[in-house]
């Protein structure tokens, strides 16, 4: 079992910056790629940023060059750092993690951060 829970979001200006964090617990080596997701009101859950399981990372077209993934290993977190933030940025941000263990691929969500970015 892993336990994702997020922290960071707010209210921010257009033009704005804001961290994301996620930290993780419990069954952490099992975990191969970790993502954050968002969801905007009325449209479906997108992927913003992701590091793979071969440790890489892909952005959203929408966010390449304002967003930053990173992670700390030694606390088990993972950060979205947001820059230059525009109002269509506004949603409900969700961190995400899949872990294998005994040949069974299982998926996790943190409960979700609000980020509201004001024009």
């Known amino acids: 079992q892993v336990e994702l829970v997020e922290s960071g979001g707010g209210l921010v200006q257009a033009g704005g910056s804001l961290r994301l964090s996620c930290a993780a617990s419990?069954?952490?080596?099992?975990?191969?790629?970790m993502a954050w997701y968002r969801q905007a009101p009325g449209k479906q859950r997108e992927l913003v940023a992701a590091f793979t399981s071969r440790g890489s990372t892909n952005y959203a077209d929408s966010v390449k060059g304002r967003f930053t993934i990173s992670r700390d290993n030694a606390k088990n977190t993972v950060y979205l750092q947001m820059n230059s933030l525009k109002p269509e940025d506004t949603a409900v941000y969700f961190c995400y993690a899949n872990s294998v263990q005994d040949h069974t691929s299982r998926h996790y969500w943190g409960q979700g951060t609000q980020v509201t970015v004001s024009s």
């Open positions: 419990g069954s952490i080596v099992s975990i191969n790629a």
